[in-house]
């Protein structure tokens, strides 16, 4: 077989995603496709929420999941089913399982939030049975795949499989027919990307029926899988891997996705994980919208591509809601840090009385606040290091703070520099 041809067999078509929606659409939710008044003013451009959150498992999923399972023959599907998933993958073959009755085996890495590995338990019931491995969504994988050879079950893929990728196709069949119904014309199409089975499947479609449409894959920055791998023309795993993003944390893009995304998307965008926190945040406080960390990634997109978005239509998919409300402290934090405003410093501190006293009256500006201190006073000695956390008022003053910290200590840390101690001080 030839490249070419073997690049043709790894393509979606049209007809893929077409087939796929006959199959779902009478069993899913037709999610609504919203005009955003706030992200439309703020990006100076019209923006329209898919909003995929409101699915029955809170996220798109579903969809691929669903399809992949119905079109697995019955003979196999009674033996059973495997997958591996961070969460939302797990979730719509738990629901897919429980409602079809087949029974399921679910791998989850080890470090899936809480909140995620309740509600698989909730939706697959009786029928499911969950079983945590490993760190990463990969070792998960690994795991499920060894399982499944020995078990001789089907294995249900998050992502590299073209039923999967064709279920997830759907939701721009939703999009683009309402989209003509509300008479809009999308210029941009925003979503985000872990193993690249939503954008592979929702560019296939789009770029078939509106092909002027530019279809934009937006990853996590510290989990950009998908965009080394078309930096260097093949699949590559990560040898670094930040897992905030959870539902976007792939280290290995499939080779059928990654096919799919060079053949059909038109740009990638990697978006800092403290840009996500923020739009979070945003999201929950202005439109009342709990997007979970890779649910939020198409709209934290449009900070850094807003001049290319100025004045045209553009969507973007809030692909999962299913954020672990026992994150939202992190979420804050980060986003503080990310924007300029929280700053942690270890600072040696004079043992004399009323060394915290100048500190705060010569050092820290007028609108800022201490929001972490931690000393021990050391026996016998001048001076002792302190962990200090500092929120400023004005972001803009922290030259200025510097330069009094370092008349303060000569000598002081400032952990932004120094990642390993951040995280184990703070």
Same mark, same amino acid.
């Given at each position: ?168 196709? &759907?939701? %721009?069949? !939703? #999009? ?14 925003? $979503? *985000? =990307? ?32 998908? &965009?080394? %791998?078309? !930096? #260097? ?14 539902? $976007? *944390? =792939? ?176």
């Amino acid at each position: 077989m030839d490249l070419k041809t073997k690049t043709d067999q790894a393509l979606l078509t049209k007809e893929d995603v077409e087939k796929a929606n006959e199959v779902l659409a009478p069993i899913i939710r037709h999610t609504p496709l919203q005009y955003d008044v706030y992200l439309s003013q703020k990006y100076h451009c019209q923006v329209y929420l898919k909003r995929e959150d409101l699915q029955a498992v809170r996220s798109f999923k579903i969809r691929g999941a669903y399809y992949a399972i119905h079109a697995t023959p019955a003979a196999e599907r009674e033996k059973g089913v495997v997958c591996a998933s961070a969460g939302n993958h797990a979730q719509g073959v738990a629901w897919t399982c429980h409602n079809m009755k087949v029974p399921a085996t679910i791998f989850m890495p080890t470090t899936t939030p809480q909140q995620k590995v309740s509600q698989v338990a909730f939706f697959g019931g009786d029928d499911v049975t969950i079983k945590l491995v490993g760190d990463t969504f990969d070792a998960s994988a690994e795991a499920a795949e060894k399982f499944c050879q020995e078990k001789q079950q089907t294995f249900i893929a998050p992502f590299n499989d073209k039923r999967t990728m064709a279920g997830q196709g &759907t939701l %721009a069949v !939703e #999009v683009l027919a309402d989209a003509e119904q509300q008479n809009v014309n999308v210029d941009y199409f925003l $979503a *985000a =990307v872990g193993g690249g089975g939503l954008l592979s499947g929702t560019a296939a479609y789009i770029k078939a029926v509106s092909p002027r449409t530019r279809v934009v894959g937006v990853e996590p920055a510290g989990a950009a899988s998908m &965009t080394k %791998a078309l !930096e #260097v023309g093949h699949p590559v795993t990560l040898n670094e891997l930040e897992k905030f993003v959870d539902g $976007a *944390a =792939v280290r290995t893009v499939g080779e059928l996705t990654y096919a799919n995304v060079k053949a059909y998307v038109d740009d990638m965008l990697a978006v800092p994980e403290g840009q996500v926190c923020s739009t979070i945040l945003d999201l929950y406080s202005k439109e009342a919208i709990v997007a979970e960390p890779a649910g939020a990634l198409s709209v934290s997109a449009l900070e850094q591509y807003q001049d290319e978005v100025r004045g045209k239509t553009v969507v973007c998919v809030i692909s999962g809601g299913n954020n672990d409300i026992n994150r939202m402290q992190e979420i804050e934090e980060r986003s503080l840090i990310f924007e300029g405003y929280q700053h942690y410093f270890v600072v040696d501190f004079p043992q004399r009385p009323g060394a915290l006293r100048e500190f705060v009256n010569e050092i820290l500006g007028p609108d800022d606040d201490i929001t972490k201190f931690e000393y021990t006073k050391k026996v016998n000695r001048g001076k002792g290091p302190v962990l200090i956390g500092v929120r400023l008022g004005d972001k803009t003053t922290l030259p200025d703070l510097l330069d009094r910290l370092t008349m303060f200590d000569p000598h002081y840390i400032n952990l932004k520099d120094n990642q390993m101690l951040y995280t184990m001080l703070v």
